[in-house]
DNA sequence: TTGACATACCTAACATTGCAAGGCATAACA
DNA sequence: TGTTATGCCTTGCAATGTTAGGTATGTCAA
């Protein structure tokens, strides 16, 4: 189970880069999730619609209600163009963190 | 700038590893985060102290006041077994996630 | 045809939380 | 003596997140 933070630090590039692969409605994104990682990010609908929401507010992604191959109306989600900038910047960030991380992870640690 | 909840998702994992390299203060734990981030990583003392106060409680860290080449008093944190325990976790957590969007961002985007 | 379950979306409200802002103290230096 | 950097701490309120609930439809088995 991933910390509370780490999921709320993940979701929007989650989101984003998955849409990257095309459309795609909020409850499969979930399944996509849970997929991707291996069953280690679990998101609930809770969490991830309001997200949805928030990030359509702020023009990264826009939703269509359409019939997916059931008979269901889905609302599918689709990049926009300040989605894939608000990417690029939420990359940069987390590639940020990560390489000050892994630059400790790879110093012989000395004892106190 | 690094989004909050990237700052929050992280600053458990950095203290720690920090603290892998030798004991620390508050203060220069701050600084020495700005310095490996390259000054992308910008903490509050606000944010930091409560943070340690906390790991401290669980266990993870241990605290002693103790004067340093200056006359100052300073608050010396130094890792635990428990911490290293608590690394070890928050590192694989953290890869999970890394793992899961470098999937993602390794993958030919598809036209929608 | 009825019930149960999976799919699919949404939000209100409450508890939790984070952090800005402030306070305190001392050293260094001009 | 005033200012800046160092060094620690906490309060209070704003912002937040999750739980829990609601709605609806398709599918399948009994």
Known sequence: MLSKDLV????????????????NYGYALIQRVRELSGGKIEWTEGMLYPVLHWMEKEGFIESEWREGETGRKRKY???????RKALQEEKQQWMSVHETLTKLWKQQPRST
């Open 8 to 23: 709320a630090a993940s979701a929007v590039p989650l989101v984003l880069s998955v849409l990257t692969e095309g459309e």
């Open 77 to 83: 989600y689709r990049m926009r163009q300040e989605g």
